[in-house]
């Protein structure tokens, strides 16, 4: 049985880490936020101590390690804009990190783990959880299969309609989540690279707070991309029916069905980790490089745009 802590508690995704945690028969010994909308620890470690204060957290942890009770992992699901420093953490502690995406906002700031990776001999491991799809999977070896010089037609279509509080929070600041792009994309960015290769092109056809939408190339695709936070941008069929979500990748014209079998990918993360199974750094890069180039990336009206533009 390993020892866990947690850092972001009340996260919207901090119950799917409490579960993985849980059903690979591990424990939690210590969690932190600065929100005490917690309860829900109740359904899985009741007795695992709780901190509203990183430096009483972080003492917890320390007098822990000098008592002699070995931290083995520190779970982060804090704000995109915080994940390397809370990684930090975790390796000074003598525990591996496992963070959410995107493990970071920049791609050097991915070098500069590895060399703390490095110095501390601990790990640190990301939830790319797409890749452990089924359906997804069995897309990657029919790719894998395939002619090398084939080059799939990609629509990518993903809008999850957010309320006024997500330009409140720290969601809408792009300096703290990194945009749409990376906010909501970057699972989407990850799968793709994986699939498909190297990127060859990097194309933005728009770029709001609210919406983003371009053309990336890769080895083995061309994929139009479009990414909305706004239901406005619902297509008229799904908004008659009160749907407020819409999801839709196709290649080849052909429809990507993977709507179900999410619910375990991050236990499945977890087991891959625990066997030194799981995705690192070097994993991560490359969609977090094609991210922040859509940052940053000058506008062209031109060019392979999406169907919904």
């Known amino acids: 049985m390993k020892n866990f802590a947690l850092i972001g508690a009340a996260g919207y995704i901090a119950p799917r880490h409490l579960k993985a945690i849980k059903d690979t028969h591990n424990t939690l010994i210590a969690a932190l936020d600065k929100f005490d909308s917690v309860g829900m620890m109740d359904s899985y470690f009741p007795k695992a101590d709780f901190f509203v204060e990183f ?7 320390e007098k822990l390690r000098r ?41 050097w700031n991915v070098d500069a783990l590895l060399d703390i990776e490095k110095e501390s001999g601990k790990k640190i491991h990301t939830i790319l959880q797409l890749r452990l799809h089924p359906s997804i999977i069995a ?28 330009d409140i929070s720290w969601k809408g600041d792009e300096s703290k989540s990194g945009g749409i792009a990376t906010n909501i994309g970057i699972h989407f960015f990850d799968m793709l690279a994986w699939l498909f290769g190297d990127v060859q092109e990097n194309i933005v056809h728009l770029r709001e707070k609210d919406k983003s939408a371009g053309y990336l190339e890769f080895k083995k695709a061309r994929v139009r991309w479009f990414l909305s936070i706004d239901e406005n941008s619902l297509p008229k069929r799904i908004q008659e029916i009160g749907q407020r979500t819409y999801r839709s990748i196709t290649i080849n014209t052909e429809e990507l069905e993977f709507s179900t079998g999410f619910t375990e990918l991050h236990t499945e993360s977890y087991k891959q980790i625990l066997k030194g199974e799981g995705f690192g750094l070097n994993d991560a890069k490359e969609s977090i490089k094609i991210a922040q180039k859509i940052r940053n990336n000058v506008i062209i009206t031109k060019g392979e745009k999406h169907p919904f533009l």
């Open 55 to 61: 430096e009483r957290f972080d003492r917890h942890i």
């Open 67 to 107: 008592n002699g009770t070995q931290l083995d992992y520190v779970s982060i699901c804090t704000p995109n804009y915080l994940h390397d420093a809370h990684i930090r953490m975790a390796l000074r502690s003598g525990a591996d990190a496992i963070c959410e995406k995107p493990l970071v906002l920049n791609p």
């Open 139 to 166: 897309l990657k070896k029919k790719i894998d299969a395939g002619s090398s010089d084939t080059k799939y037609d990609v629509d990518l279509t993903y809008i999850t309609s957010r309320g006024k509080w997500y």
